[in-house]
């Protein structure tokens, strides 16, 4: 399976050298483009100089439009599945031939899940994400123990359409949008690393503001939107 890893980086001048070399040494049967959305530290410069695979975006346009500069370059090169791996380091590469095993049985979305057969600790992040996995069990009937995973592996449909789509980001609203328009969605149980470097954007206010966007947008919003239409075969132009 033609595989590509879009990994958006947002000032990670210090992991992205480290995630690179072991893709490099470890897993050299994938490729990947690294979507610089608009860094104000060095990691475009430091991408150019290592000669990595780079999409420079000159402006911050937010994690959903480096999601979606990616898939519309994994529209453009052919590419059959399309995993999303986080700058900082924390998604596992080790998961990604059980995902591209998944995509192979004919699943749509293939979502890396921390809470398969396991619970979730106690803290107000994950009673967000329990809310946030109630509301999509609500209005998908399908049970997303870790909505807030941003490990995601998209097959071709989802490709064609995830690259096309102004607003479909890569959230948990979109996820459930899309399974109730028809895409076929499955969780395999993965582990996470642990930040090792760097400074995470979500601090504990935008943590809470993030889970009530999403409920909102899954219950009022996504709910009033007109089903995407999914077929076999979609336009394969942007």
């Known amino acids: 399976m033609k595989t590509l890893l879009i990994i958006p980086a947002y000032n990670e001048e210090e992991n992205i050298v480290s995630l690179v070399e072991r893709l490099d040494r ?3 049967q994938y490729d990947y483009v690294i979507i610089n959305d608009g860094s104000r530290d060095d990691t475009a410069e430091i991408c150019r100089s290592h000669g990595y ?23 453009r090169h052919g590419y059959e599945a399309a ?20 995509i192979a049985q004919g699943y749509d979305i293939v979502i890396g899940s921390r809470f398969v057969g396991t619970k979730k600790p106690l803290s ?15 209005t998908t009937h399908f049970n997303l123990t870790d909505p807030t995973s941003g490990m995601r592996m998209f097959g071709p449909r989802m490709i064609r ?30 582990t996470m690393n642990e930040r090792t470097a760097g400074k995470s954007y979500l601090t504990l206010t935008r943590a809470g503001q993030y889970m009530a966007t999403m409920c909102i947008s899954i219950v009022f919003v ?4 007109k089903k995407t239409k999914l077929t076999e075969r979609e336009a394969t132009t942007v």
């Open 124 to 138: 107000l992040r994950m009673l967000g994400s329990n809310l946030i996995q109630f509301v999509i069990r609500l």
């Open 83 to 102: 995993v999303q791996l986080d700058g900082d380091g924390q998604h596992k590469p080790e998961y990604i031939a059980d995902m591209e095993e998944k």
């Open 222 to 225: 996504q709910w009033f939107r």
């Open 161 to 190: 359409i995830l690259a096309r789509e102004i607003n479909y980001g890569p959230e948990p609203d979109t996820i459930a949008h899309l399974i109730r328009s028809g895409a076929k969605a499955c969780e395999i149980p993965v």
């Open 26 to 28: 470890d897993f050299p």
């Open 53 to 75: 695979n780079l999409v420079n975006q000159p402006v911050n346009l937010g994690l959903a439009g480096a999601f979606r500069t990616g898939m519309k370059y994994a529209l």
